[in-house]
Nanobody, 122 residues
Framework: QVHLVESGGGLVQAGGSLRLSCAAS????????AGWFRQAPGKEREFVAA????????DYTDSVKGRFTISRDNAKNTVYLQMNSLKPEDTAVYYC???????????????WGQGTQVTVSS
C-alpha cells in the first residue's frame, strides 16, 4: 500500500506559477512511476505528466509541454509539479498518483491522493 498526500494548490492569476508537491509513504520501494492528473468541473479526469522514480524519464500531455515540469526527490519520496504560465483552462483539482507496474500507459495507476485545487483567474 502507498499513501499519497498532495499540497501546494491555490488561487493564482493567469501567467502566474504554482508548485504542487506529493509526498509518498508506505511501500514506496515498489513504485515505478508517479503522475499528475487533473479534473475540471464537468470534465473527465485527464493525464498531465508522469516521471519514473528511478531514472527520471518524463512524459507530458501536449497542452502543458513547455509550461509544466515534473520532478522527484527520491530521498524524500516526493514528486513535484512546477506550473508556470498558468492559464484559466488549467483550473482543476490536481491529483497525484503512483503505480508499481512497469509501463508508460496513462491509465494504470494504482494509488491516488486526495487532490488539491488549483484555480487560475483571468
Amino acid at each position: 500500500q502507498v499513501h499519497l498526500v498532495e499540497s501546494g494548490g491555490g488561487l493564482v492569476q493567469a501567467g502566474g506559477s504554482l508548485r504542487l508537491s506529493c509526498a509518498a509513504s508506505g511501500r514506496t520501494f515498489s513504485m515505478f512511476a508517479a503522475g499528475w492528473f487533473r479534473q475540471a468541473p464537468g470534465k473527465e479526469r485527464e493525464f498531465v505528466a508522469a516521471i519514473n522514480w528511478s531514472y527520471g524519464r518524463t512524459d507530458y500531455t501536449d497542452s502543458v509541454k513547455g509550461r509544466f515540469t515534473i520532478s522527484r526527490d527520491n530521498a524524500k519520496n516526493t514528486v513535484y509539479l512546477q506550473m508556470n504560465s498558468l492559464k484559466p483552462e488549467d483550473t482543476a483539482v490536481y491529483y497525484c498518483a503512483t503505480k508499481c507496474v512497469s509501463s508508460w500507459r496513462r491509465d494504470d495507476y494504482d494509488y491516488w491522493g486526495q487532490g488539491t485545487q488549483v484555480t487560475v483567474s483571468s
